[in-house]
C-alpha cells in the first residue's frame, strides 16, 4: 500500500540532511575565506609599506604570496577532504545500521 505520509516525511528528512550538508560546507568554505582576505590585506599592507626599489624585496614578497597561495589551496583542500570522509563515514554507518 502506498503512503503519502511516509513519502512526504522521507523527504522532508532527505531535504534537512541536505541543507545540512550545504551549510557545513558553506562554513567550511567562509571561515577559509575569511583567512584568505586577512592574508590578501596583509600582504597588501606589505607591499605598501616596502621600498620598490630593492630587488631581493620585491622577489622575498612574491615568493611570499606565491607560499601563502599555497598553502590556502592546500587548507581548503584539506577542509573539504575531512568534510567528505566525515560524511562518507556517516552514510557508511546509517547503511550498516538500517
Given at each position: 500500500?502506498?503512503?503519502?505520509?511516509?513519502?512526504?516525511?522521507?523527504?522532508?528528512s532527505?531535504?534537512?540532511?541536505?541543507?545540512?550538508?550545504?551549510?557545513?560546507?558553506?562554513?567550511?568554505?567562509?571561515?577559509?575565506?575569511?583567512?584568505?582576505?586577512?592574508?590578501?590585506?596583509?600582504?597588501?599592507?606589505?607591499?605598501?609599506?616596502?621600498?620598490?626599489?630593492?630587488?631581493?624585496?620585491?622577489?622575498?614578497?612574491?615568493?611570499?604570496?606565491?607560499?601563502?597561495?599555497?598553502?590556502?589551496?592546500?587548507?581548503?583542500l584539506?577542509?573539504?577532504?575531512?568534510?567528505?570522509?566525515?560524511?562518507?563515514?556517516?552514510?557508511?554507518?546509517?547503511?550498516?545500521?538500517?
Amino acid at each position: 500500500m502506498y503512503d503519502m505520509q511516509t513519502e512526504w516525511l522521507g523527504l522532508r528528512s532527505r531535504i534537512e540532511r541536505r541543507l545540512i550538508r550545504v551549510l557545513d560546507i558553506s562554513s567550511i568554505l567562509v571561515c577559509d575565506l575569511v583567512v584568505i582576505g586577512f592574508g590578501y590585506a596583509a600582504v597588501s599592507i606589505a607591499r605598501h609599506l616596502s621600498s620598490p626599489d630593492s630587488r631581493f624585496f620585491n622577489i622575498a614578497k612574491q615568493l611570499s604570496e606565491a607560499a601563502f597561495l599555497l598553502l590556502y589551496v592546500i587548507m581548503v583542500l584539506v577542509d573539504c577532504g575531512e568534510f567528505l570522509l566525515r560524511e562518507a563515514r556517516e552514510n557508511r554507518s546509517t547503511i550498516v545500521s538500517s
